[in-house]
T-cell receptor, first 113, second 112 residues
Framework: GEEVAQTPKHLVRGEGQKAKLYCAPIKGHSYVFWYQQVLKNEFKFLISFQNENVFDETGMPKERFSAKCLPNSPCSLEIQATKLEDSAVYFC???????????FGSGTRLTVV | GENVEQHPSTLSVQEGDSAVIKCTYSDSASNYFPWYKQELGKRPQLIID?????GEKKDQRIAVTLNKTAKHFSLHITETQPEDSAVYFC???????????FGTGTRLTIIP
């Protein structure tokens, strides 16, 4: 389809619990990006994929965050042992090729309590 | 790494007037500059973009200008309408990296 599909829309986790977010990019888009948007609107880059390969993971807090994009499956972002500061909206975006604008999904709002 | 600064953080404009939002970037290798509009609770949507081989681009009431020498680019919205009210983000990236570095956003309010 022509939409980046993110699930779930909302996720509430107790501190220390695991959270897993999913993203289905637009068919034919080779690049997938994950961003975290916190309350002050700032977008923090987490990780990008080119097909199923990690392209850039310089933004990932590696001790608790992991991500995958496997063939024929939605991409996923997993947070082990969530902390209060992980509360944010997590956006996934996809792009068909270098130098093209992203199409964003509608985001997953994660609330850690 | 790239750093993108965006000004102003808030902007109120009378309906029908023009709005200008400015961004500067630090990495001279950056060559792609999109602008996104984000309404409250919604996803960012690409409204216009420009590449470094072009100085200006226009799409109806929206235009973007790029000054590579000064490393700044601007969004211009003319004849503003209430539905233009949103948060606008500039961003920059360079070929081979593809990661967008975003500005901190401008909350634009159109006063009827």
């Amino acid at each position: 389809g022509e939409e980046v599909a993110q699930t779930p829309k909302h996720l509430v986790r107790g501190e220390g619990q695991k959270a897993k977010l999913y993203c289905a990019p637009i068919k034919g888009h080779s690049y997938v990006f994950w961003y975290q948007q916190v309350l002050k609107n700032e977008f923090k880059f987490l990780i990008s994929f080119q097909n199923e390969n990690v392209f850039d993971e310089t933004g990932m807090p590696k001790e608790r965050f992991s991500a995958k994009c496997l063939p024929n499956s939605p991409c996923s972002l997993e947070i082990q042992a969530t902390k209060l500061e992980d509360s944010a909206v997590y956006f996934c975006a996809s792009s068909q090729s270098p130098g093209y604008g992203y199409t964003f999904g509608s985001g997953t709002r994660l609330t850690v309590v | 790494g790239e750093n993108v600064e965006q000004h102003p953080s808030t902007l109120s404009v009378q309906e029908g007037d023009s709005a200008v939002i400015k961004c500067t970037y630090s990495d001279s290798a950056s060559n792609y500059f999109p602008w996104y509009k984000q309404e409250l609770g919604k996803r960012p949507q690409l409204i216009i973009d420009i590449r470094s081989n072009v100085g200006e681009k226009k799409d109806q009431r929206i235009a973007v200008t790029l000054n590579k020498t000064a490393k700044h680019f601007s969004l211009h919205i003319t004849e503003t309408q209430p539905e233009d009210s949103a948060v606008y983000f500039c961003a920059a990236s360079w070929s081979g990296n593809e990661k967008l570095t975003f500005g901190t956003g401008t909350r634009l309010t159109i006063i009827p």
